[in-house]
């Protein structure tokens, strides 16, 4: 049987030096199936039959190359956790190409494929565990509806990967319009090479931006307009990251999308119990990519980015003027998917406190943020009834019971004249039953561990369709156990 045709076309690599190198991936040992995501597979227009067929698991392995395809690391540099360290580059990333689909081109990569010029004396492997974690996650965040690059498959292999300890070695194939960071600007304007940034800007504002391309004037304003859409995306992307209580654990430049999309995950977390200042990275010391810290973080990323094009755009005002809009963005962006949250329709003055005093509150408490955030939505269907307190279960959630009682009845006030049965359904639609909890990871990882691939796949489809009910799965959307705590993820995971 021969291996259904990809369409390959010639991707940002296409540039070779200095912006990337030839870098064939390295075979692994008896490759087999960890999981695959035939959704993803249909969007992009291929059969899901493919993963019937050995070539195609021989080529997501790493192992042989699909006709055509061309398989490159690209260089980039970036600060990391403040702090500039110089060359980093695609250590254990190899596309293979774009390819043209439903939707759009998209260029799909192989993480763990095996080290490239950019490993940094590194492996370039990846190991199981985190490969499952990735392909969980950006497909957790495509449920949700927040901007994410996808994972398309997981390979795995007996080869032994040595971490914190002896792990077996896995890849994941990960598909995005593209994977161009912060990072790519930020290396070559480092190095003074300012005709490849002005290549890179033109590249992604071609091929990603069309509509920039009717800015008036020359390539410094049209730098400014790549500019000032990144700070539009990224704030937009923060606000969904904050308002469903995603931590990223790991936002260095490096890591940060120039389409807005959620890119890298390693020491990623969900929030169980809210806390503003949750570090969900063991190796975040100093708590720099702290969940209340992220907003802010991403606006230090895009100066980061403005200092790299400025060569370009020359004009400081310029550069500051399109940054500058994040301050507003942010906040905007935040409050109304929180006003969305609570269904609340329209906008008053007073409604940025009554979120605020929510939050607060959930803080003082180390609230489950999913789970109250579904409850209240149940229960405010439910005010029509007449029949007891439905609120119960909700305020089951607080220790101080009074205070949050206090805010209850000023939200309660806020619906006034709401249709309190329409709010509900449309509060549902936007506050997930289920998100990828630590714990529900950690339990599909072990699994896996054992040759059990069942629940990475049940958790796929659950968090496919994150906001219906899956009765059958009703204890993933219930309060992490005691034990969740205890896991820890670092750079590493």
């Not at 607060?360 to 609230?367: A, F, I, Q, S, Y």
Request: glycine share 6%; net charge negative.
């Amino acid at each position: 049987m021969t291996t259904h045709k990809l369409n390959w076309y010639p991707c940002f690599s296409k540039f070779d030096e200095p912006f990337s190198t030839i870098c064939p991936p390295t075979p692994l040992p008896d490759p087999y199936w960890v999981a695959t995501n035939n959704s993803l597979c249909n969007a992009l227009g291929i059969s899901p039959d493919i993963f019937s067929q050995d070539a195609f698991l021989s080529a997501m392995a790493g192992n042989t190359l699909l006709a055509q395809s061309k398989p490159r690391a690209s260089v980039y540099s970036g600060h990391q956790f403040g702090v500039w360290a110089g060359q980093l580059g695609d250590g254990r990333a190899i596309s293979l190409g774009e390819i043209n689909s439903p939707l759009g081109i998209q260029d799909i990569q192989l993480k763990g494929a095996g080290p490239t010029p950019f490993s940094r004396r590194g492996d370039g492997r990846a190991v199981l565990r985190s490969s499952i974690r990735e392909f969980l996650c950006s497909e957790a965040m495509f449920g949700l509806g927040i901007p994410t690059t996808r994972a398309l498959c997981v390979v795995g292999s007996p080869a032994k990967v040595y971490r914190e300890e002896a792990e077996t070695a896995a890849v994941v194939a990960r598909v995005s319009p593209s994977f161009i960071r912060f990072g790519h600007f930020e290396h070559f304007a480092s190095m003074g090479q300012l005709d490849a940034v002005n290549v890179l800007v033109h590249h992604v504002v071609q091929a990603h931006m069309p509509a920039l391309l009717e800015t008036k004037g020359d390539e410094q304003h049209l730098a400014c307009a790549l500019l000032k859409e990144t700070t539009q995306r990224t704030a937009a992307l923060m606000a969904q990251w904050q308002a469903v209580g995603f931590c990223h654990g790991v936002m260095n430049t490096d890591n940060m999308s120039i389409l807005g999309l959620t890119l890298d995950y390693g020491p990623f977390q969900f929030l169980d119990n809210f806390y503003a200042n949750h570090i969900c990275n063991h190796s975040d010391n100093q708590g720099r990519y702290a969940y209340a810290k992220q907003p802010q973080i991403a606006y230090w990323n895009l100066f980061c980015l403005a200092q790299a094009l400025m060569p370009i755009i020359q004009d400081q005002q310029l550069a500051l003027d399109a940054l500058e809009t994040y301050k507003s963005l942010y906040p905007n962006y935040f409050y109304a998917r929180m006003r969305e949250k609570l269904g609340i329709s329209d906008e008053l003055e007073t409604d940025n406190l009554l979120i605020q005093d929510l939050l607060t509150l959930m803080d003082k408490d180390r609230v489950d943020y999913t789970l109250f955030w579904r409850r209240l939505s149940n229960a405010v269907g439910e005010i029509s009834s007449n029949e007891g307190n439905v609120f119960d279960a909700v305020q089951d959630l607080f220790i101080h019971r009074e205070d949050f009682n206090q805010w209850l009845e000023r939200y309660k006030r806020r619906l006034v004249p709401s249709d309190t049965s329409v709010v509900s359904l449309n509060m549902l639609r936007v506050n997930p039953k289920y998100i990828l909890r630590n714990h529900l990871g950690e339990m599909a990882i072990r699994r896996a561990k054992e040759g059990d691939y069942s629940m990475v796949h049940s958790l796929l489809a659950v968090l496919a369709t994150p906001f219906n009910e899956h009765p059958d799965f009703e204890a993933w959307a219930g309060i992490a156990p005691d034990w969740a705590s205890q896991i820890e993820i670092s750079c590493s995971s």
